[in-house]
């Protein structure tokens, strides 16, 4: 099915130049020039509410679905499962917000915090049988919500749109934008 591209490719015309309500308000203060920032995080908001909408019944959000999932991945390389410092770095956010983030879900039963064998102060996630449980109930409802959004964006649009995100979040970017000043 797919967005409706007609109306899209009409308003990005030549002869009518692109811009949105954020854009047009931008344009004072940034000197024409349209935030990046501002759309992908304002698109992300949008998407992140779709999914929380369909994780709601499960008493879950998609950032926790995201961690639970990513610890269930973790776990089977290591029974122990990650470090918090190992899942911080894969999920690319501080460690004082992976441990907030990460209370409700210790408080419901889904996650323990394990200490290390070697090191008492290092602390492993580790999914309780609880948690797989919701891990996997939540993954029949997010693939549905997946699915729904790919139908809207068209799977051309879904795909480039993951790309374009991964490019901007790897290294490779991080390092170019870097380099650039």
Same mark, same amino acid.
């Given at each position: 099915?797919?967005?409706?591209?007609?109306?899209?490719? &009409?308003?990005?015309?030549?002869?009518?130049?692109?811009?949105?309500?954020?854009?047009?308000?931008?344009?004072?203060?940034? @000197?024409?020039?349209?935030? %990046?920032? %501002?759309?992908?995080?304002?698109?992300?908001?949008?998407?992140?509410?779709?999914?929380?909408?369909?994780?709601?019944?499960?008493?879950?959000?998609? %950032?926790?679905? =995201?961690?639970? #999932?990513?610890?269930?991945?973790?776990?089977? =390389?290591?029974?122990?499962?990650?470090?918090?410092?190992? $899942?911080?770095?894969?999920?690319?956010?501080? +460690?004082?917000? +992976?441990?907030?983030?990460?209370?409700?879900?210790?408080?419901? @039963?889904?996650?323990? +915090?394990?200490?290390?064998?070697?090191?008492?102060?290092?602390?492993?996630? /580790? +999914? %309780?049988? $609880? @948690?797989? &449980?919701? $891990?996997?109930? =939540?993954?029949?409802?997010?693939?549905?919500?997946?699915?729904? /959004?790919? =139908?809207?964006?068209?799977?051309?649009?879904?795909?480039?749109?993951?790309?374009? #995100?991964?490019?901007?979040?790897?290294?490779?970017?991080?390092?170019?934008?870097?380099?650039?000043?």
């Amino acid at each position: 099915m797919g967005i409706n591209t007609k109306l899209i490719d &009409a308003k990005n015309s030549p002869d009518k130049p692109a811009m949105d309500q954020s854009a047009a308000g931008e344009q004072g203060i940034l @000197g024409g020039r349209v935030c %990046t920032n %501002t759309a992908l995080r304002l698109a992300a908001r949008r998407l992140g509410q779709l999914y929380d909408e369909a994780l709601a019944p499960l008493d879950l959000k998609a %950032t926790q679905l =995201a961690l639970i #999932a990513e610890i269930d991945k973790l776990m089977v =390389a290591d029974r122990q499962g990650p470090t918090l410092q190992e $899942l911080a770095a894969r999920l690319a956010i501080q +460690l004082s917000a +992976l441990t907030h983030a990460l209370r409700p879900l210790v408080r419901d @039963g889904f996650v323990e +915090l394990r200490p290390d064998a070697k090191d008492r102060r290092t602390k492993h996630g /580790v +999914l %309780t049988p $609880l @948690g797989k &449980a919701r $891990l996997s109930e =939540a993954a029949v409802r997010w693939a549905a919500a997946n699915d729904r /959004v790919e =139908a809207v964006l068209g799977p051309a649009s879904a795909a480039s749109l993951r790309a374009l #995100a991964d490019q901007v979040a790897s290294d490779a970017f991080l390092a170019a934008y870097k380099a650039e000043h």
